[in-house]
T-cell receptor, first 115, second 115 residues
C-alpha cells in the first residue's frame, strides 16, 4: 500500500518568507510525527498528533513554527519568517495507533533551503 | 531527558566482513531502543527494536543488536555485510512511560561497504 508522502520534495526560499510543508500519513494511521534532520542538530522531534487530540508541541524550536492536522489525516507544518538555520530535511512519520511501542513509518522528507 | 551517542560517524568495511555499529544512551528512566536505517535516496526505515524480553533482537536481513542495561548500550552487529548494506544507521530511544513514542536519535553512522 501507499506509504507516507510529503510535498514538496524540495523547497528553496528566501530568508523572511513563510513556507508550508505537507504530510499525508498512511491511511488509517492515527498518530503523526514531525522531525527535523539538520547537519548541526541531527534528527530531532518537533511535534506529535494523535487523532483529534491537542498536539504535543514540546519539540518546536520557536514560535515561528506551527503545525496543524485536518480531519485527523493530512498535516501541514508552517514556518514563518524563515531563517537560514531552518534549512534542514523535514520528516513526517505516522503509526497505526497511540502507543510507545508502535513502529513509525517515515516519509521521504522535504528538503528546505533558506537562502 | 535522554541522549544517544553514536561515536562513529563513518565505518568503512569490506564486503563479507563483520561489522559493529556502536550506540550508547543516557536516561534516568526506562527506555525502548531502536535502530533505523536510511538507504541512499530513501526514507528512514525501522531495522529492529528492543521493547522487553530477550535482550538480543534480530532483523530479517541478518542484523542483530543486544541491549546491555549495565553498559547502557545497544550495539548493532552483522557477521557478514553486503554491498547493499551501505546506508546510514541511526540508533534511537524513547521513554517507556510517556503517552507516545518520542524518539531521541543519535547522530548516525554511515556504513560504507566496498568490494
Amino acid at each position: 500500500g501507499a506509504g507516507v508522502s510529503q510535498s514538496p520534495s524540495n523547497k528553496v526560499t528566501e530568508k523572511g518568507k513563510d513556507v508550508e510543508l505537507r504530510c499525508d500519513p498512511i491511511s488509517g494511521h492515527t498518530a503523526l510525527y514531525w522531525y527535523r534532520q539538520s547537519l548541526g542538530q541531527g534528527l530531532e522531534f518537533l511535534i506529535y498528533f494523535q487523532g483529534n487530540s491537542a498536539p504535543d508541541k514540546s519539540g518546536l524550536p520557536s514560535d515561528r513554527f506551527s503545525a496543524e492536522r485536518t480531519g485527523g489525516s493530512v498535516s501541514t507544518l508552517t514556518i514563518q519568517r524563515t531563517q537560514q538555520e531552518d534549512s534542514a530535511v523535514y520528516l513526517c512519520a505516522s503509526s497505526p495507533k497511540r502507543g510507545t511501542t508502535d513502529t513509525q513509518y517515515f516519509g521521504p522528507g522535504t528538503r528546505l533551503t533558506v537562502l | 531527558a535522554q541522549s544517544v551517542t553514536q561515536l562513529d560517524s563513518q565505518v568503512p568495511v569490506f564486503e563479507e566482513a563483520p561489522v559493529e555499529l556502536r550506540c550508547n544512551y543516557s536516561s534516568s528512566v526506562s527506555v525502548y531502543l531502536f535502530w533505523y536505517v536510511q538507504y541512499p535516496n530513501q526514507g528512514l526505515q525501522l531495522l529492529l527494536k528492543y521493547l522487553s524480553g530477550s535482550t538480543l533482537v534480530e532483523s530479517i536481513n541478518g542484523f542483530e543488536a543486544e541491549f546491555n542495561k549495565s553498559q547502557t548500550s545497544f550495539h548493532l552487529r552483522k557477521p557478514s555485510v553486503h554491498i547493499s548494506d551501505t546506508a546510514e544507521y541511526f540508533c534511537a530511544v524513547s521513554e517507556v512511560n510517556t503517552g507516545f513514542q518520542k524518539l531521541v536519535f543519535g547522530t548516525g553512522t554511515r556504513l560504507l561497504v566496498s568490494p
